[in-house]
């Protein structure tokens, strides 16, 4: 009996590999975005980690927009600002 040869399907394997491989500022956020506009509020924040003030926040957020991006957030998480959430 001969084998045929399995075909893999790109998207499940990327899938694999992003999941594996997830980034825990994506992580982070996906915990702390619960509106999922792809921003982290105050609010959200402060819904996982009530420690988080708003000084600690706005240091946080370089543009001022009193929302952070995924890249603002992996700086307030390397800062020590936001704590890194578990998911």
Same mark, same amino acid.
């Given at each position: 009996m001969?084998?045929t040869p399995?075909?893999r399907?790109p998207?499940a394997?990327?899938?694999l590999i992003?999941a ?6 994506v992580? !982070?956020?996906?915990?702390?975005d619960?509106? %999922? &506009?792809?921003?982290?509020s105050? @609010? $959200?924040v402060q =819904?996982v980690?009530p420690?988080v003030?708003?000084? !600690? ?6 543009d %001022? &927009?009193a929302l952070?991006?995924? @890249? $603002?957030?992996? =700086?307030?998480?390397?800062?020590g ?7």
């Amino acid at each position: 009996m001969t084998k045929t040869p399995t075909k893999r399907n790109p998207s499940a394997v990327l899938a694999l590999i992003l999941a594996t491989s997830v980034p825990a500022v994506v992580l !982070a956020q996906s915990v702390l975005d619960t509106n %999922g &506009d792809g921003l982290v509020s105050l @609010d $959200e924040v402060q =819904a996982v980690f009530p420690d988080v003030d708003s000084d !600690a926040f706005m240091a946080a957020d370089s543009d %001022g &927009d009193a929302l952070l991006n995924a @890249d $603002e957030l992996a =700086a307030a998480q390397d800062a020590g600002l936001i704590p890194m959430a578990d998911g």
